[in-house]
C-alpha cells in the first residue's frame, strides 16, 4: 500500500444471506484522518470496518487505498490492522509474544521479532510488564498491548471496533485522550467504531454517521453538530429538537410546516419542498428562549411538562399543538432569573437562523 494513503470505498455493500446489513456506500477517508463510525447497535458499522480490514468479503463495489485495489486482498496484505472489542489477546503468552506474534507468522526470527515487539511495548509504556501474561493487567494495560500487538506491522490504517467499550468511565476518557494522541503522533488513519457519539465528538475529525445500513452524513464533528443532515442525525447526536410535519406554505423566503397536531412551524425558504411534501426542521436546545413573542423570532406557546436542575443547566420539557416532547437547556442563572415550574403556559422562541431544515436519505 502507498505510504499516507487515502481510503476509499465506491459503492461498497455487504449482505449475510437475505440481509442487506450494508446497503452501497460511497465514502472517502483522507490520508491520516481519524475516523469514527458512529451508530446504534446493527447499523452496519462493524460490517463496514469488517470489510475495509478484509475479514469480511463486500458483496459488492471497491474498496481502494490509494491507487491499490485491495477488495479481494487478504488482510495482511491490505497495509491495515485491526485491533479487536476483546483485545483477542493469548492468554498463555506473555506480552513480548503477544505482540511479536504477526512478526512469527511473518517468519521473522526470534530475536528481531523480540526486539521490535519491545520497542512497541515501550511505545506503550508497558516495558515493566513485558513478561506478564494478558490476565495479570489492568484493562486500559490490556488495551495498549493490543494496540501494540495491532501497531508492529506499522499499518498505513489502524481499524478499531469498539476499543474503549470494556472500560470503566474513567479510564475510557484516558484512554480516549491516549487514542487522540497516539494518532497525531503516528501520522497514520484510524478508523473508529463506536456507537457514542460523545466518543466520536471528542476523537474524530470525520464523523461517518450510519443507520440502517447507510451512510446519514460524514463530516466534521462541528459540521455534523451544527448542520445535521438528517432527523436521523439531529436525534442521535442529541441536543436537537426535531419537528416533522408537511409543508403547508412554499414561498420564495419562508416555508411553513405544519405538524400533526395543528402547531405551525417556519423555516427558511429555499427548501425545494412543495406544499403537501413531509419536511424536518431541527432547532438546538441551548438555542431557545423563554420569551415574548418577538417579531423576528420563531416559536410556539406551550406548557412546561418537566424540570431538571443539573446544575450549571435547567431542563426543561414543553409540550404543544403537536409538539410532545420539546427540550429546552438554559443556563442555570437564566433559569432562577425566571423561573418555571411544571404547568406553567410558557412562550418560546428561537431566530431563524437557528432553524435547520433537514434532508431525508433516500432508499
Ligand atoms: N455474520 C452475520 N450473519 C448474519 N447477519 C449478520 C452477521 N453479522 C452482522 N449481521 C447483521 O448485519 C447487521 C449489521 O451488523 P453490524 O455488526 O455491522 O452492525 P453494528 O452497527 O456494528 O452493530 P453493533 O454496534 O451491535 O456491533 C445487523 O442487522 C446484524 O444482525
Known amino acids: 500500500m502507498n505510504k499516507n494513503a487515502d481510503i476509499e470505498l465506491a459503492a461498497v455493500s455487504k449482505a449475510y444471506g437475505s440481509t442487506l446489513a450494508v446497503h452501497p456506500i460511497s465514502l472517502k477517508i483522507p490520508a491520516t484522518t481519524y475516523c469514527c463510525l458512529l451508530g446504534p447497535s446493527g447499523c452496519g458499522k462493524t460490517s463496514t470496518l469488517r470489510m475495509i480490514a478484509g475479514h469480511e468479503a463486500a458483496t459488492s463495489g471497491d474498496i481502494l487505498l490509494g491507487d491499490a485495489n485491495v477488495t479481494d486482498l487478504p488482510p495482511a496484505r491490505r497495509g491495515t490492522a485491526m485491533m479487536f472489542q476483546s483485545y483477542a489477546l493469548f492468554p498463555h503468552l506473555d506480552l513480548v509474544d503477544n505482540v511479536a506474534f504477526s512478526l512469527k507468522m511473518k517468519g521473522v526470527e526470534k530475536a528481531a521479532r523480540r526486539h521490535e515487539a519491545m520497542e512497541m511495548l515501550r511505545l506503550m509504556q508497558l516495558e515493566p510488564y513485558a513478561d506478564r501474561r494478558p490476565a495479570q493487567l489492568s484493562g486500559g494495560q490490556q488495551q495498549r498491548v493490543a494496540l501494540a500487538r495491532a501497531l508492529i506491522t506499522k499499518p498505513e490504517a489502524l481499524l478499531l471496533d469498539e476499543p474503549l467499550s470494556a472500560l470503566d468511565p474513567f479510564l475510557k476518557i484516558r484512554m480516549r485522550a ?67 410535519g408537511k409543508v403547508v406554505e412554499a414561498s420564495g423566503d ?32 441551548d ?37 410532545d416532547d420539546f427540550t429546552i437547556v438554559v443556563s442555570d442563572d437564566a433559569y432562577f432569573a425566571q ?25
Open 178 to 244: 491516549e487514542l487522540k494522541k497516539l494518532q497525531a503522533s503516528l501520522g497514520i488513519t484510524f478508523i473508529h467504531v463506536t456507537h457514542s457519539q460523545e466518543e466520536a465528538m471528542a476523537l474524530a475529525d470525520l464523523i461517518v454517521v450510519m443507520n440502517n445500513g447507510r451512510i446519514e452524513q460524514a463530516a466534521s464533528p462541528r459540521v455534523v453538530f451544527e448542520r445535521p443532515a438528517t432527523a436521523f442525525v439531529a436525534r442521535f447526536m442529541g441536543d436537537h429538537n426535531v419537528i416533522s
Open 254 to 285: 419562508t416555508t411553513v410546516i405544519e405538524v400533526a397536531g395543528g402547531g405551525r412551524f417556519k423555516a427558511p425558504g429555499g427548501t425545494k419542498s412543495a406544499r403537501g411534501e413531509p419536511l424536518d426542521l431541527a432547532v438546538r436546545t
Open 287 to 323: 438555542r431557545v428562549r423563554i420569551a415574548g413573542a418577538e417579531d423576528d423570532l420563531l416559536g410556539f406557546n406551550g406548557i412546561v411538562s418537566n424540570v431538571e436542575y443539573l446544575g450549571s443547566t435547567v431542563n426543561l420539557s414543553v409540550t404543544g399543538a403537536g409538539i
Open 339 to 363: 423561573p418555571v415550574k411544571i404547568g406553567d403556559a410558557v412562550s418560546l422562541s428561537w431566530a431563524a437562523t437557528d432553524v435547520i431544515v433537514l434532508g431525508r436519505v433516500a432508499g
